[in-house]
T-cell receptor, first 117, second 110 residues
Framework: GAVVSQHPSWVICKSGTSVKIECRSL??????MFWYRQFPKQSLMLMAT?????????EQGVEKDKFLINHASLTLSTLTVTSAHPEDSSFYIC?????????????FGPGTRLLVL | GEDVEQSLFLSVREGDSSVINCTYTDSSSTYLYWYKQEPGAGLQLLTY?????DMKQDQRLTVLLNKKDKHLSLRIADTQTGDSAIYFCAEAAGYQKVTFGTGTKLQVIP
């Protein structure tokens, strides 16, 4: 149980285009999902907390108009990188917390690698 | 803010034990975790420990927690080549705000 999927697993796009990344909880409902960004050989940086039915909470320094988050259902959150630029190239990972699960931990998706040319 | 530190690299021979260390600063941490990340993949939760525990063992994995020194370690017994990965420790006062360490790359030499 506690499986989180992401789609696509990798994407290459031209500078100036928008890219949508989906995060799904497959076998549980998640009122809260998290979006992280990971640069090569670095740790994960929390970008935002996605709340079902309400606005996302962004971490300091993350542009909300650049990284649009929509948590339309209890099993799906989307991250849209708008007007992508090469500096947005990174590994984006989402996570979710299954309610009632011991350990109070987050379960992670496999990640989406974005390359902006 | 919270800070979690790890050494960057560890190299061990297959069959030996690996010990990955982590220090953290947040004294209100309730949970401490170890995650494994293989190349190009997401994070896999290996194990976690509550802050009121000193030790937790799960098959080849042993987690030791020294709360006084804010030191966490992960011992992998009989390390295999499949254990080669990056290992992240993380701490949280609840699931909402997890702070990750810098990651330790474990290289297992056959």
């Amino acid at each position: 149980g506690a499986v989180v999927s992401q789609h696509p697993s990798w994407v290459i796009c031209k500078s100036g285009t928008s890219v949508k990344i989906e995060c799904r909880s497959l076998d549980f409902q998640a009122t809260t999902m998290f979006w992280y960004r990971q640069f090569p050989k670095q740790s994960l940086m929390l970008m935002a907390t996605s709340n079902e039915g309400s606005k996302a909470t962004y971490e300091q320094g993350v542009e909300k108009d650049k990284f649009l988050i929509n948590h339309a259902s209890l099993t799906l959150s989307t991250l849209t990188v708008t007007s992508a630029h090469p500096e947005d190239s990174s590994f984006y990972i989402c996570s979710a917390h299954p309610p009632g699960l011991a350990g109070e931990t987050q379960y992670f998706g496999p990640g989406t690698r974005l390359l902006v040319l | 803010g919270e800070d979690v530190e790890q050494s960057l690299f560890l190299s061990v021979r297959e069959g030996d034990s690996s010990v990955i260390n982590c220090t953290y600063t947040d004294s209100s941490s309730t949970y401490l975790y170890w995650y494994k990340q293989e190349p190009g993949a997401g994070l896999q939760l290996l194990t976690y420990i509550f802050s009121n525990m000193d030790m937790k063992q799960d098959q080849r994995l042993t987690v030791l927690l020294n709360k006084k020194d804010k030191h966490l370690s992960l011992r992998i017994a009989d390390t295999q080549t499949g254990d080669s990965a990056i290992y992240f420790c993380a701490e949280a006062a609840g699931y909402q705000k997890v702070t990750f360490g810098t990651g330790t790359k474990l290289q297992v030499i056959p």
